[in-house]
Each structure stands twice: as C-alpha cells, then as structure tokens.
C-alpha cells in the first residue's frame, strides 16, 4: 500500500482482530434479547404496569432512539481525535450502557404507575442511546478495517454470531441462573430480585463485551481515516447528510430495509402466537427453539462468506430473502391447505425445529450480505463526493432497523386483534377458525413486506467488480492528492 490517506484498503484481516470486533456485538445481542423476550412481561406482570401502557412505552422509546442514530453517526464521521473516529464513543459508552442496563431493571415500586411509565420510558431511552454511541460507530468500523468486498463479509459474519450467541446464552442463563422459583416466587419469571441480579450481571457483561472490542481494535487506529480538517457546523452536518441520503444505491437498500425490518419484527411479535395456538408447543418446547436459533447463526457465520465468493451479494440476498421467508411460513401454508402433519403427531416438532433452522439461518445469512452491500455504499458514496460517512449510512440503516421493528411488533397486535384472538385462552381451547384466520393474515402480510424488500434491492447496483473499480478510482485520486495534485476531482474520475 501506498502512504495515502485511504484506510486499511484491500486487505485480509487477521483472526484476532475479527474475533476482537465481533465479539463487541454481544452487548447489543444482551440488550436486544432482553428487551424483545423479557422487559415488556417484567413490567407488565411484576412491576404492574398495563400490557398496552407498557407496549406504548417501549414503541416510544424506541422511535424517539431511533432519531438519535443519524446524529451519532455523523458526529462520530466527523471526530478528530488521537483515538481516531470511532474509538471515542465506544469507550465512552462502555460504563453508561451497564449503568443504565441495571437501572431499567430496578424500577422504582415505591412510585406511582404515571411514575413508572416515565421511569421506562426515560431509563429505556437512556439505555437505546447509550448503546447506540457504541453500536453506530462500532458498525460502521467494519467498513473501516477493510474494502475488500468479501473480507468486510467475513467480518460481519463474525459480529452476527457473536452477536446471537450472546443473546441466546443470556436468556438461557437469564431463565436457568436468575428468574429460578423461591419460597417467595413460586414462578421464576416473577421474582423481582431475579431480574435484578440479571441485569447486574447482563450489565456487566455488556461493559466487559464493549471493553474487549474497543481495546482489542484500538491497535488498527493508526490505519483507519480521518475526517477532514474542517469546521464542523449544525448547517455542514445537515447538508452532509441530504447530499448522502441522495445516493440510488443507498436509498435503495436503505427503502428494502424499512419493509425486511417490519418483516423481521412482526416475525418476532407474532411466534409466539403461533407456537402456542397454532402448533400448540409447550413451554419446554418452544424455549428449545433457542438451540435451533443458535445452530442457525453458527451455521450462518460458517456459510456468509463462501456465498459471498461465489456469488455477487445483492443477487445472493435477493435470493436469500425470499427463501428464508419460505421455510418461515411454509408449514404454515401446508396446515392451512390441509396437508401438514397435525399437531399430535410425534413429527410435528422436528419438522418445526428444522424448518426454524432454516429460516434463521437464511435470514441471518441475508443479513449479513445486507450490512456488508451497506459497508460498500461507503466508497460508491466517497468516490461522488469526496466524504467517507460510514456512521452515517450504518445509522440511517439502524434507524430503519429500530422504527420500522417497532412498527412491525405493533401490526403483529394489529393483526391478533383483526382476527379477534382471545385473551389469557389455553392452548387448544382458542376456536379453529380464529387460528386459521391468524394464519390466513399473517401469511400473505408477510409475502408483501418480504417480496417489497426483496424487489427494491434489485435497485441496488454495485457489484464485485464495480466495487473493485471504485477502490481502483478512489486510490488514483488517493495517489494524485500525495503528489500534490488538486483532490477536488476525485469523485469526477473515469
């Protein structure tokens, strides 16, 4: 490599630096997990605060947060320090995200019930930002360390499995260690104290997961870019980020985020439903789909990266889409159209549990052709304007990823109470037809957010070989800019 002002450039990572970055994606799997499978049930059914009051809750400290991604992104692009761009905010960041992790978990009882809905809210906000000053400029790293286009898939293979592994061994911990029945609490999962020390111990993991990443990456500083030497203004921000936000290829994959995201989210709002009414699984049953869960990323982590060599990644998601979503509803359809087996048969389970592996493990592997092609918007968007804005283009994605999520688990309660689903019913006494009709939504809604977000990906046009084009460019520009050459024209050069 020349001594240029391009980043690390072209270039393979070593096992340890993947294993240093990825591993920080445990704090967001910890805080992700415990607020998509025990917050909401903690504050409705311990703390005593009204289900809907509390759903309103979490849906408005999620879309508030949602807004204060793009910020961090584009202050982290534009940090001039010693530590360089990113590092910075993922220090900072590390005691705060435990801190308000135990708090969110520790609610005042003594308050009043207006007291504590602006208590969650407050604290739930707190946490989502506090994570995000890690995860937004930890995200957009993964373009830093590497342009190359399938080593930068390699990396985030390694972020997605940390990232779900860290989760599921929380919750199993979490419901093993912690939530375990007393005297006092015959259910484990309403034991207050139990909570608390999960959220001890949650928060403390989350620092130490923040910690390793941020130590154990700070040695590639030296190789990573610096913001340009200019006076950062509110004005300069602001077109910044409209002049970014102009880009065909980012806004393509930034549109099929909003519906591949809502999908994703009603997807996780509503299993539950159908693995209790519809396939009527008990409680043991369903709690080992986590093991499927976590056969699915590691068999994601070990697949992403030689689909990714063989095939350009925006056919390979398109692809990928689709086909998760198949094995999601696939016996759904089956069941619908009479021809699956029926639920006392000893191969209903099986069936569900590897057609859950399959729809993970696709899903996730998507996902990760997803970030990667958002980490390639970087250069495409260098090359027509001169900026680097990695924060930028990874928080406009978390902020589709964070709004339209909660919108998703908002219709899955839309769509419950369409097919005027019972409440508190046991499984098997719910009508068939209101089962069916569950079904009967819930498929073909999933068919459009899927089929849209597969459909406007096909907009997105950079490939293996432009990209490599674009590198070949931005290093011509790189080379004339050391020798002295006006800079100016690198995003015009052909």
């Not at 807004?67 to 705060?96: C, E, K, V």
């Not at 056969?295 to 689709?322: M, N, Y």
Request: contains cysteine; aromatic residues 12%; hydrophobic residues 50%.
């Amino acid at each position: 490599m020349s001594n240029t002002p391009t980043p690390a450039g072209a270039r393979r990572l070593s096992l340890s630096t993947r294993l240093f970055y990825g591993f920080g994606s445990v704090a967001f799997g910890v805080k992700d997990n415990g607020f998509s499978y025990f917050l909401a049930f903690f504050y409705a059914q311990v703390v005593g605060v009204p289900a809907q009051t509390v759903g309103l809750a979490i849906m408005l400290a999620l879309i508030l947060d949602a807004f204060i991604d793009p910020i961090i992104g584009q202050l982290s692009d534009n940090t001039r320090s010693r530590w360089g761009r990113r590092h910075p905010f993922m220090y900072a960041a590390a005691l705060p995200v435990a801190v308000s992790y135990l708090l969110i978990w520790n609610p005042p009882m003594a308050w009043s019930q207006g007291g504590q809905v602006a208590y969650l809210v407050a604290v739930a906000v707190l946490i989502r930002t506090f994570i995000s000053c890690y995860e937004v400029p930890s995200a957009a790293l993964a373009a830093e360390l590497t342009t190359e286009y399938d080593e930068r898939t390699r990396l985030l293979s390694y972020r997605y499995l940390f990232g779900w592994v860290g989760g599921l061994a929380m919750y199993g911990l979490a419901l093993a260690v912690f939530l375990k029945p007393t005297a006092a609490h015959p259910v484990g999962q309403l034991n207050p104290q139990g909570y608390a020390h999960y959220g001890l111990f949650a928060g403390a993991l989350m620092l130490f997961a923040i910690l390793v990443t941020a130590i154990g990456t700070h040695r590639e500083i030296p190789n990573l870019r610096a913001p340009p030497q200019e006076r950062v203004t509110l004005g300069r921000l602001a077109r910044e980020m409209i002049a970014s936000a102009a880009n065909r290829n980012f806004l393509m994959i930034l549109a099929s985020g909003f519906f591949l995201y809502a999908g994703i989210g009603l997807g996780f709002a509503i299993n539950l439903y159908f693995g209790t009414y519809f396939w009527q699984f008990s409680a043991g049953e369903i709690a080992l789909f986590s093991f499927s869960s976590l056969t699915a990323a590691v068999l994601a982590f070990l697949i992403a990266p030689r689909i990714a060599q063989r095939f350009d990644k925006r056919p390979a998601a398109v692809i990928l889409i689709p086909a998760g979503l198949a094995f999601q509803i696939g016996p759904v359809m089956l069941r619908l159209a009479g021809v699956f087996v029926s639920n006392d048969s000893p191969w209903i389970f099986p069936t569900i549990f590897v057609t859950n592996i399959f729809s993970v493990g696709l899903g996730i592997i998507a996902n990760i052709l997803f970030s990667s092609m958002i980490a390639d918007v970087v250069e495409d968007s260098e090359l027509k304007t001169g900026r680097r804005q990695e924060g930028l283009f990874f928080a406009a994605i978390a902020f589709a990823n964070k709004s339209t999520t909660g919108l998703g688990i908002f219709a899955s309660g839309l769509i419950v109470g369409a097919v005027h689903f019972p409440t508190g019913a046991k499984p098997g006494s719910v009508p068939a037809d209101i089962v069916r009709h569950l079904g009967l939504v819930y498929v073909p809604t999933q068919m459009v957010l899927y089929g849209a977000a597969a459909l406007l990906l096909l907009g997105y046009g950079i490939t293996r070989a432009s990209h490599h084009d674009t590198l070949r460019k931005l290093a011509a520009a790189a080379d004339l800019a050391a020798e002295g050459e006006p800079a100016s024209s690198q995003g015009r050069l052909s």
